[in-house]
């Protein structure tokens, strides 16, 4: 599965600059809106289902290597996150779904 | 002449307009001038057409300007070739077969000016002309893909020879012991920057040629350590990074509260952090035990009224990293999280 087929399916909305998503196959997922445990248990090029959109969530994403954050509830990340995201090259993804059925879709999908 | 969907015609939409790749955005950056061919054969108006014909021959080219003195007066291209070859007039003068009033591009505009004539204009060429209008040369879509390719080229280099650079940093010195040290000063409270000081010592440790295992490591020691200056400090405090060869120490420290209870402050899952700071993700109770995880030697002295000193070790000249340092307490975490919510 690669990131593109992930955003048409859970229909994302792509908050940083496009690039070509159909070559970034994410290898794993994770889920918590607690920094230390994302630190803890989030694996390189992955993708993080979380709540939070505060510029943390990009510096995070960075230091490990995930390949995109879904940001999910209609979370809205401002103009500087974005943009500190695009300049460490993390995409940012944004649904107004909860992260429980946007997991369950990746799980689905086949992200395990 | 090339493109056969008339592309001008074709209704952009959002969708198009958002997905803008980095190439794309190097038609912005890159000027005409660093892309054009220089020193372009130019024909004068009174030239044949037979002159033309075997000019184009010679110097294997399909294309020039048409230059009177110094004012750009026409085109010709194969187009116009074929069209006096039908006629049966190839000793007509060249003025009467090119294309009148070219379209020019001035040196200094961006190279996304000459591709949206390429888009909208059926044409194979352009001339590249000077403020004053004077021929300068001319660009085709050739021009510009190999234009595209050389600073692509180019960014890589960049970083690789910063790369290489920092890799023989400690070879090219001579001393006894040779070290690096980083310094950065972390504001309290300061959330926005949070994190901006273990990115760059990431990326240091990565330029100086540290395998990416370790890198992301020190990363995680540094970013908790990092957050705990901006969450529990009263006037932030200052990271210390000496990288030496083998190794690097990492020391934090600050001026207070300090720790109340240190080995309760070890304890994955116990937090002091406030719900404010949890709403933003924090106070999950991991951000010692994580460095803990990360590092091969880790030393943490504290007591209240007397600030904090956080002593960090990792090893450089061998990997250990290991399975258990990576997730020795992914299991506890997940537990601990749930106590602490």
Not at chain 1, 22 to 44: N, R, W
Request: aromatic share 4%.
């Amino acid at each position: 599965m690669n990131l593109q087929t992930l955003i048409d399916e859970l229909h994302l909305k792509v908050l940083t600059t496009p690039k070509d998503f159909s070559s970034i196959q994410p290898s794993s997922g994770y889920t918590s809106d607690l920094l230390s445990c994302v630190m803890t248990g989030a694996e390189a090029k992955g993708v993080w289902v979380t709540l939070q959109a505060h510029m943390n969530i990009v510096a995070v994403a960075a230091l490990l290597d995930i390949s995109a954050i879904i940001i999910t509830e209609g979370a809205q990340p401002d103009e500087e996150t974005i943009a500190k995201a695009n300049e460490e090259e993390i995409t940012l993804l944004w649904t107004d779904q909860p992260s429980y059925p946007v997991v369950g879709k990746l799980w689905e999908m086949g992200l395990k | 002449m090339e493109g056969s969907t008339p592309r001008s015609q074709k209704v952009i939409t959002d969708q198009m307009v958002e997905n803008i790749t980095k190439v794309e955005e190097l038609a912005y950056e890159l000027r005409v001038r660093e892309v054009m061919t220089k020193e372009t054969k130019a024909l004068s108006p009174d030239m044949t057409m037979r002159d033309v014909v075997e000019m184009f021959r010679v110097e294997r080219i399909s294309g020039a300007p048409v230059v009177d003195g110094k004012k750009i007066c026409g085109v010709v291209s194969m187009e116009d070739i074929i069209r006096c070859l039908l006629a049966n007039d190839i000793d007509a003068p060249a003025s009467k077969y090119m294309t009148k009033n070219p379209i020019t591009v001035k040196l200094n505009e961006p190279v996304v000016e000459a591709l949206k004539y390429f888009v909208n204009a059926k044409v194979g060429r352009l001339i590249v002309v000077s403020q004053d209008n004077e021929l300068e040369g001319i660009i085709t879509k050739g021009d510009i893909t190999r234009g595209y390719l050389r600073a692509l080229q180019r960014q890589n280099e960049e970083e690789e020879l910063r790369r290489y650079r920092a890799k023989h940093l400690f070879e090219d010195i001579e001393s006894d012991r040779t070290s690096l040290i980083l310094r950065y000063n972390i504001i309290a409270g300061d959330f926005r920057h949070g994190g901006a000081a273990s990115s760059n010592i990431k990326r240091a440790l990565l330029r100086l040629g540290a395998s990416p295992q370790i890198a992301r490591r020190a990363g995680i020691a540094v970013y908790e350590a990092e957050m705990n200056l901006v969450i529990h400090t009263t006037h932030g405090g200052i990271i210390r990074v000496e990288i030496e060869p083998h190794r690097m120490s990492i020391r934090i420290f600050d001026d207070g509260p300090g720790i109340e209870d240190v080995q309760k402050a070890l304890t994955p899952g116990f937090s002091t952090a406030t719900e404010q700071i949890r709403e933003l993700g924090f106070g999950a109770g991991m951000g010692l035990p994580n460095i803990q995880r990360c590092v091969d030697e880790m030393i943490l002295e504290s007591s209240p009224g007397n600030g904090t000193r956080l002593k960090l070790k990792i090893n450089l000249d061998k990997d250990t990293t290991t399975d258990e340092k990576l997730s020795p307490i992914k299991e506890n975490a997940k537990n601990e999280s749930a106590n602490t919510n």
